[in-house]
């Protein structure tokens, strides 16, 4: 499993281009946007899963915008699925908004420590 961890980045937004595939987990202290394909599980402070992009595993984070694909389950305190998003996933959260266009088929529970069901 591939792991990307650094301290220093801390503050700092890693990408994930949209060409990039990655097999394998991500692990990131910091604001991450995903505009290619992840296959594994996301742990980070912030996601953005950009237009192009896809995610199939486990999403653990803080703040979580869905603007692509996700597949699997999300665990997020405050979650946004933009119109257009297209998510199969069973979500736990403290905070849900759906745009008019988005497409959600799942389990939705609300909880108040969304995070530390994950």
Known sequence: MRELKSASS??????????????????????????????????????VVAQHGVVEGTIKSESVTVIGEVTGEIFAEELTLKADCLVNADIV?????????????GKSRRHATPLQLA
């Open 93 to 105: 959260h403290k905070k849900l908004s759906l745009e008019t266009g988005s497409f959600f088929e």
């Open 10 to 47: 801390i503050g700092r937004t890693l990408s994930i281009p949209r060409t990039a595939t990655i097999e394998g987990g991500i692990d990131y202290p910091g604001p991450l946007v995903i505009e290619g394909t992840v296959l594994g599980d996301v742990n980070c402070l912030s996601l």
